[in-house]
């Protein structure tokens, strides 16, 4: 099977046309519900033979259900690891379901996704369900609006494994009630340069939240970029728990403001002259590793969140953020790359996108 | 360098602050640092599941149900110890009195406030209604010592399951 990511409706990233509130800070919102099929063992536990009848009755009932009729499905256990490990850049399957740490690069059997222009279902990960609504910008309420309605719409056609006290029922106990993990993509580089960003981070965990990386759990915080969501999800309602992620994530966006404000004041030409070297790089390398091109990426994110730089687009720095990942530079030669080649590869992507934008003028 | 609140100790937190919109460094010692209530690390991402297999452990040590398996999928709570993950529905029915402390643990509670499920299937929700009154009938009756009573509670259990 050949996977080509242009039949998915935008590509699955929707979320990165920076159309949402304080898109410049935060690059996403993001609500993802667990549920599991009553009457079978939970993925981990389950046969392959079981998954397949899971993965079977689930692509039936969304011929059934509006929110996914249009839905591109890929089975991801199909799938070459290039392909698994293009969709996991895309945010569209988790490392676990796209079969990242297996060795010898086996995908779990039945696992499959279904993608829409702004949500997407994940079978057969941890729980059989991964229900995900992606919002551009900062917009947990829409997110979770969207996601309210795909759930009711799924969960008539197929019976939910539920419990009257419990809730809904998942494979971690982590997960167990509300099965929901509602996040935001946040950029927090002044908050790093400045060195507050600990207490941030610690004062999060007393608000019943906490942080990852881009790419989720177990993955590095890199580019300054972080993901926070709530902690717990039994005991509080849905709304309640994406309220008080908001609430929280709007004191922070602030104080990142703060902090960029106060960077610019007190230190403005250091600032300035970093910044202006990081799109230098990137205007002008021949060879870019991956994380460096990430922290340089964060630089010039910040430089056009701090108006220093004219005439580049949020949008053009989110895509120029997914695209020039290792998998998706290796679909755009159509071949495998080395480590090498890539960041051969990489260079000369990012610099053909910032020449193509805008002269800057600083 | 010193430390600028007790004069006498290195410094080895150095601070940056923001004070209505003035940045100030300051820098202290370990000792006036901790008094001060500052963590000289960024602390890692608490995670919930470390203290909650823990509890299990404890949980098992105090019960003889280590090897309390769920009947419908196998899973025994030692396999729930090992991988974290339970193997199906029922194993909530059957680890219910350790997972009821464990959701406590992680959750601060065990009684989901959210979205209520309306089934696809409402028989299905009829009997996932019975069985629970029936496991909680259960529970009292071996509570009680009533073992003829919990007996055909069980029976009657294993025949809707």
Known sequence: MTLDLSLLPDGGLHWLTASGEHAGIVLSSRIRLARNLAGYAFPPRAREGERLRVLHQLREAAGRVRSLRDAAFVRVDECTPQERLLLHERHLVSRELAGLDQPAGTAPGGGAVFVTGEAGVMVNEEDHLRLQVFRSGFDVTGALRDAAQLDRELGAEVPYAWHQEFGF???????????????????????????????????????????????????????????????????????????????????????????????????????????????????????LPADEAMNLLSGVRLAAGLNLFSGLSVYTLNKLLIFSQSAHLAQAAGRVLTEGEANLARAKYVRTVLASEAQLSG | MVCDQCKERDAVVHLTQIVENAVSQVHLCEQCAAARGIETTVAEPKHPLGDFLQAVQQQAAQLPGDAARCAYCGTSLRDFRASGRLGCAHCYGAFEQSLRELLRRVHGSTRHEGWRYASADPEAVTREQTLHTLREQLQQAVADEAFELAASLRDQIRGLE
């Open chain 1, 169 to 287: 029922l998942t494979a971690c106990p982590t997960n167990t009630g509300t099965g929901m993990r509602a996040s935001v993509l946040i950029h927090l580089p002044g908050l790093v340069l400045t060195q507050e960003i600990g207490k941030v981070l610690q004062g999060l965990q007393h608000m019943g939240l906490t942080y990852r990386g881009l790419y989720g759990e177990g993955s590095d915080v890199l580019g300054n970029f972080f993901q926070i969501s709530n902690q717990t999800t039994l005991g509080r309602g849905e709304e309640e728990l994406a309220d008080q992620l908001v609430r929280v994530v709007r004191r922070v966006i602030e104080r990142e403001e703060e902090a960029r404000r106060v960077l610019l004041r007190d230190a403005g030409y250091i600032i300035e002259d970093k910044l202006w070297r990081a799109y230098g790089t990137l205007r002008h390398a021949r060879t």
